[in-house]
T-cell receptor, first 115, second 113 residues
Framework: AQTVTQSQPEMSVQEAETVTLSCTYDTSESDYYLFWYKQPPSRQMILVIRQEAYKQQNATENRFSVNFQKAAKSFSLKISDSQLGDAAMYFC????????????FGGGTRLMVKP | DAGITQSPRYKITETGRQVTLMCHQT?????MFWYRQDLGHGLRLIYY???????DKGEVPDGYVVSRSKTENFPLTLESATRSQTSVYFCASSERTSVYEQYFGPGTRLTVT
């Protein structure tokens, strides 16, 4: 079975600073997708960023970027210029190509942003 | 409303009772999913469905039943609720595209007393 591990249960960052959330995964597959989801206090799951494993270029969405290291099976999320609205739970997720669209989630990292 | 909705948003039930959580999506997505979220475990897949009348077990299916007679609906039934099923339940849907993004409902907080 695939596993996704987020080793940081909680992280804290000062407003306007940069923070990196870690995620590692275990798979023998070569074609897959990786996602970061944000869950604010409202509980709504919001897609932050996605990465296709066959792409070497790291994905970027405004202040959010990833560092995808396929050989190391690592997929970290960097948030630049942190804002108070970034405070949330962040979940890393792995999905296999052509396997029912199922996602395997990590345990989550709670990000606190200090003003 | 367009999107994916869940009802009820909050539910308290007693041990041994049957309870059904509803999920409805308006996008005609092929795939639908049920997850439960527990502290420290992230989201774990209970059941999923690739199309109407096609369902399959996920990681934690025991104690749950699903059906999907229509593409837009995917109800989850706890046949005899137990305290260990106290959790937040999320429904999600996705289309079979190259991206595989899942869209989530707002969640149902279920408490079994």
């Amino acid at each position: 079975a695939q596993t996704v591990t987020q080793s940081q249960p909680e992280m804290s960052v000062q407003e306007a600073e940069t923070v990196t959330l870690s995620c590692t995964y275990d798979t023998s597959e070569s074609d897959y997708y990786l996602f970061w989801y944000k869950q604010p206090p409202s509980r709504q799951m919001i897609l932050v960023i996605r990465q296709e494993a066959y792409k070497q270029q790291n994905a970027t969405e405004n202040r959010f970027s990833v560092n995808f290291q396929k050989a190391a099976k690592s997929f970290s999320l960097k948030i630049s210029d942190s804002q108070l609205g970034d405070a949330a739970m962040y979940f890393c997720a792995w999905g296999e190509w052509d396997a029912g669209n199922m996602l395997t989630f990590g345990g989550g990292t709670r990000l606190m942003v200090k003003p | 409303d367009a999107g994916i909705t869940q009802s009820p948003r909050y539910k308290i039930t007693e041990t041994g009772r049957q309870v059904t959580l509803m999920c409805h999506q308006t996008w005609s997505h092929s795939y639908m999913f049920w997850y439960r979220q527990d502290l420290g475990h992230g989201l774990r897949l209970i059941y999923y469905s690739a199309a109407a009348d096609i369902t399959d077990k996920g990681e934690v299916p025991d104690g749950y039943v699903v059906s999907r007679s229509k593409t837009e609906n995917f109800p989850l039934t706890l046949e005899s609720a137990t305290r260990s099923q106290t959790s937040v339940y999320f429904c999600a849907s996705s289309e079979r595209t190259s991206v595989y993004e899942q869209y989530f409902g707002p969640g149902t907080r279920l408490t079994v007393t």
